[in-house]
């Protein structure tokens, strides 16, 4: 089992930049499929990146093409959201999560069976 730990959010103006980490510990995430969602209150968690077990394939909603990138460095364990323009509508707690299995339903957050405590990330307008 492994465990995800967040980190780098923070409160950044509109048009701003934050670059999040997730490490884990107890597995290698070499070994799954991860992803980025995001939660505001009162609203269900959404999807915002997923990367392949190998790194080969990354897939995004429309709202962050072209803004965020996920990456991940399996050699430190770690995956990256590299978030740009951010704007006030970003503002979330960031999740990151893992999955393990044959069938990936990258954008489903019900495809994950493992997940951090989140990182919030406030934008100001």
């Known amino acids: 089992q492994v465990t995800l730990v967040e980190s780098g959010g923070g409160l950044v103006q509109t048009g701003g930049s934050l670059n999040l980490s997730c490490v884990g510990s107890?597995?290698?995430?070499?070994?799954?499929?991860m992803a980025w969602f995001r939660q505001a209150p009162g609203k269900e968690r959404e999807f915002v990146a997923a990367i392949n077990d190998g790194g080969s394939n990354t897939y995004y909603p429309d709202s962050a093409k072209g803004r965020f990138t996920i990456s991940r460095d399996n050699t430190k364990n770690t995956i990256h959201l590299q978030m740009n323009s951010l704007r006030p509508e970003d503002t979330a707690v960031y999740y990151c999560?893992?999955?393990?299995?044959?069938?990936?339903?990258?954008?489903?957050?019900?495809?994950?069976?493992?997940w951090g405590q989140g990182t919030q990330v406030t934008v100001s307008s």
């Open positions: 999560a893992a999955h393990r299995a044959i069938i990936w339903t990258y954008a489903r957050p019900n495809g994950y069976d493992w």
């Open positions: 107890g597995g290698f995430l070499s070994d799954y499929d």
